[in-house]
């Protein structure tokens, strides 16, 4: 049985769980605007949802790149949107030293997946008691991330997930390993598919990484049909002017239609 997290409620259908929300915490207006549309549709559509959003964004290829408004002032807003409405919020985290603190505004962990193989950093999370939700490497195989998975255990910690976010292809381009989702699910944790950064372009000759956002709904359903207990969208209400991977996130329009489709691949499968 899946486990939960503070607030929430499977419901008897078994639906997916949802890990969604903005790239990145630009400011308290944006980020309320968006909890908002998207707690009136997994409410509606009885989604247990986890709202999703960086505080800081330490993985940048250019320096001037926007990394955030400010770890304690990102963390007040997350607490904020937990509170109004009651759902637990999502985070990640960059080094050892951050666990302690970013634990005391949020429900759920992320460990990056370029940080998947940080002894230091998964003990440290681990030892918060907080869910851990792991990032399966780009440079992974899906049964590489049990070692990940084995760390947080033996730290004492069971309560943790993990994210498949795609597969290197060469310089640009990530692939989406559908055989890894069943593979990862042996190892008794639940599985969450990230269906907007496995549509990646990194690298790019810009410094800024493009996407691929007219194949979410493709990658859903396939994640949907093959078993993933959990979708992971970051969506925005005008990706275009998103101050972080607005390239390959969701319009905040499109949510609800999509997650009706997924909803009923869902119930034809289980």
Not at 106 to 125: E, H, W
Not at 206 to 234: N, R, Y
Request: with cysteine; net charge neutral; aromatic share 8%.
């Amino acid at each position: 049985m899946i486990e939960t997290v503070p607030n929430i409620k499977y419901t008897d259908n078994r639906n997916f769980f949802l890990l969604a929300g903005p790239c990145a915490i630009e400011g308290e207006e944006m980020a309320f605007q968006i909890a908002e549309r998207i707690y009136e549709i997994t409410h509606r559509l009885e989604i247990p949802w986890v709202f999703k959003g960086s505080y800081r964004k330490a993985n940048r290829s250019r320096l001037d790149s926007f990394t955030g408004i400010g770890d304690e002032k990102a963390l007040k807003i997350l607490k904020a949107v937990s509170e109004k409405y009651n759902v637990p919020t999502i985070t990640d985290i960059h080094s050892a030293e951050e666990a302690a603190m970013a634990a005391e505004y949020v429900d759920v962990l992320q460990i990056p997946a370029f940080l998947c193989r940080q002894t230091d950093l998964l003990v440290a999370a681990a030892k918060t008691n907080k869910h851990i939700n792991i990032k399966k490497g780009q440079f992974l195989a899906p049964e590489a991330i049990k070692f990940a998975v084995n760390k947080v255990r033996e730290s004492g910690n069971d309560h943790v997930w993990v994210t498949d976010r795609g597969t290197m292809f060469g310089y640009q381009d990530m692939v989406v390993d559908f055989r890894g989702i069943p593979k990862m699910k042996s190892f008794d944790v639940p599985v969450v598919m990230d269906i907007t950064h496995s549509l990646q372009q990194p690298n790019q000759s810009s410094g800024v990484t493009g996407g691929q956002p007219e194949l979410i709904e493709t990658i859903g359903k396939a994640a949907i049909a093959s078993g993933a207990d959990g979708i992971f969208i970051e969506t925005h209400h005008n990706p275009a002017v998103a101050k972080s991977d607005g390239a390959n996130m969701l319009h905040l329009d499109k949510l609800e239609g999509l997650l009706e489709k997924l909803i009923r691949i869902r119930k034809a499968v289980i």
